[in-house]
């Protein structure tokens, strides 16, 4: 027997046991002789064993049924579109071995409409949840609620501390906001002032956002090379409209300007502005490698986007839960994806 590879009739057979005993004592279904019970244990531990959960959830009578809070991808930010790709395929694995996920889809915009959908997954009477708390005081809210009615939830994409979640997959957003800072760092003059562009109806509530701000700004007094201003703008609308009139007056008024950073995933709105007045002198950086992010990166308008591999986020969120329904295995509290670096030059290799 190879330590991971070995099965219950291993186990048994290595005990001089019935199957039946090796499995009341691994899964604690009723009385054994303690004697027995740890030469069992030990046995297990010995050669690493593991529980197939996709056996284990044939054998149970019941349906598992997951339910996913998203936002709606849309034509302006498909980066949602990433992560309902990742759900999707591993769903699609799942369905044989009675796993049921429903999709409870809001505007990413609108903090009304994740209650609403809120309301709905609450409603459906899931057995465990997938939430991306997008909105801090809405998501703290959705999160009591699904303790009183006992349903386990896990956050994706978004972390947010002081709630009972069982686990948390997706970036380090603070650290994310220290890569950000880093790769501006090494190409700006040291003189030259750097603009902070967040985009967001409710810089507060936004959590994820607010903590890249918080590590942008935690790397130029830790390790920072650039002695320039650091100055912020929050615009409450993505669009170009509302981007460009802010950043005309900013940029007019602010002519050492060297570099822009984009907390959030619409860093190609601030490069339209850049191309229409022809600002090739001005470093972009941003977030999430999307189609219009990409048109944009591959024009050098921006020059580089921080990566934290969405699909992947999915797939891992929904293995997790199925896991802990179907065997309460306890997910990593916080699962981070890798941050990458992405330019020009290394695209490709994400869409």
């Keep these: 027997m190879t330590k991971g590879h070995i099965t219950i ?25 303690e004697a027995t019970r740890k030469k069992i244990e030990s046995i297990a531990a010995q050669y690493n064993y593991k529980p197939n959960l996709m056996a284990r959830a044939l054998t149970t009578n019941r349906t598992f049924h997951i339910g996913i809070l998203i936002p ?12 309902y790709e990742g759900i999707r395929q591993k769903a699609f694995e799942l369905e044989t071995y009675a796993v049921k ?7 990413i915009n609108t903090a009304t409409d994740f209650v609403r959908a809120s309301r709905e997954l609450v409603e459906a009477k ?21 303790d009183v009615y006992n349903i386990p939830y896990l956050f994706i994409d978004t972390d947010l501390n002081n709630t009972n979640a069982i686990g948390f997959v997706g970036e380090d957003a603070y650290q994310s906001g220290r890569v950000a800072a880093s790769v501006i760092d090494f190409g700006l003059p040291t003189t030259s002032d750097i603009l902070m562009v967040n985009l967001a109806k409710d810089l507060d509530n936004a959590q994820h ?29 993505a669009t170009f409209e509302a981007v460009s009139e802010r950043l005309t007056s900013v940029l007019d008024n602010n ?20 191309e229409k007045n022809a600002r090739r002198n001005i470093i972009l950086v941003g977030h999430e490698v999307y ?16 990566a934290q591999q969405p699909k992947e986020q999915g797939i891992k969120a929904l293995n997790s839960m199925f896991a802990f329904l179907t065997d ?19 695209v490709r290799f994400y869409i």
């Design 9 to 33: 009739k291993d186990i048994a057979n290595e005990a001089g046991v019935s199957i039946g005993t090796v499995d009341r004592v691994l899964h604690n279904r009723g009385e054994v002789a």
């Design 72 to 83: 709606q991808a849309s034509s302006t930010n498909n980066y949602w579109s990433s992560h």
């Design 101 to 107: 996920v429903s999709f409870f889809r809001f505007d």
């Design 126 to 146: 899931v057995n465990g949840a997938i939430v991306a708390p997008l909105f801090k005081k809405e998501s703290e809210e959705l999160a009591s609620t699904l």
């Design 209 to 237: 956002i607010s903590s890249r701000n918080q590590g942008f700004l935690s790397y130029f007094m830790d390790f920072g090379r650039n002695n320039g201003v650091r100055m912020s703008v929050e615009i409450t609308q």
């Design 255 to 274: 002519k050492n300007i060297g570099a822009i950073w984009v907390s959030g995933g619409h860093t190609y709105l601030v490069a339209q502005f850049l």
């Design 291 to 306: 189609e219009q992010n990409v048109v944009y990166l591959q024009r050098n308008y921006i020059q580089f986007l921080i």
């Design 328 to 346: 309460g295995k306890q997910p990593i509290k916080q699962e981070y994806q890798k941050v990458e670096i992405v330019n020009s030059e290394n």
